[in-house]
């Protein structure tokens, strides 16, 4: 069957299309060029080109427009020409959404924060106290005192909000651990 229109020159029974590896009037590309220099360095690293002839053949690679222009530099040399084999990349790894900021705080009430940013107030206080007016040890028994007031105060509650806290963070972990991989 003949074809007939303007691609018909291509399709002719002189020289039929054909678009595999070894045709050499297939464009090359930028990684096709980058196999072919890596070529010609192993080629002259190992001694059978000098520096001007790597130098020549180099820049008739970056002017090589298709495969047998750069098949005609390898001519006259082994092993490694390029292989013009297309690289079938790995899909790249989807990346899940991240997560909400941590905001340990941000629920907590106002009384549980304040007394939880107090803590090391006191200890800081009871430090200076030491040092510079009361020299006895047993200052240091007021920070536990004020953290078992509070624990006594707010403790339940904020137990309970910490353990919510800490499984709305495990269940989005798991969630978004269930779909890694399966994109």
Not at 8 to 25: H, I, K, L, Q
Not at 118 to 128: D, E, R, Y
Not at 155 to 163: M, N, S, T
Request: charged share 25%; glycine share 6%; proline share 9%.
């Amino acid at each position: 069957m003949a074809k007939t229109g303007p691609m018909s020159s291509v399709f002719s029974a002189s020289r039929p299309y054909d678009c595999g590896v070894n045709d050499p009037e297939i464009r090359v590309g930028d990684a096709e060029r980058e196999e072919a220099l890596q070529a010609l360095g192993d080629h002259m690293s190992a001694g059978r080109l000098d520096i001007d002839e790597y130098g020549e053949r180099t820049a008739r690679v970056a002017a090589s427009k298709t495969r047998g222009d750069l098949l005609e530099l390898f001519k006259d040399l082994p092993e490694p020409k390029p292989s013009f084999v297309p690289v079938v990349k790995s899909p790249e790894p989807v990346v899940a959404p991240a997560g909400p900021p941590l905001q340990r705080w941000a629920s907590s009430r106002p009384a549980l924060r304040a007394y939880a940013a107090m803590i090391p107030v006191i200890w800081v206080a009871t430090a200076l106290l030491f040092v510079f007016a009361v020299r006895t040890p047993f200052i240091f028994i007021l920070p536990f005192f004020a953290m078992v007031a509070g624990a006594r105060i707010w403790g339940a509650d904020w137990h309970y909000e910490r353990r919510a806290q800490r499984r709305q963070r495990e269940h989005w972990k798991n969630q978004h651990r269930r779909h890694r991989g399966h994109y």
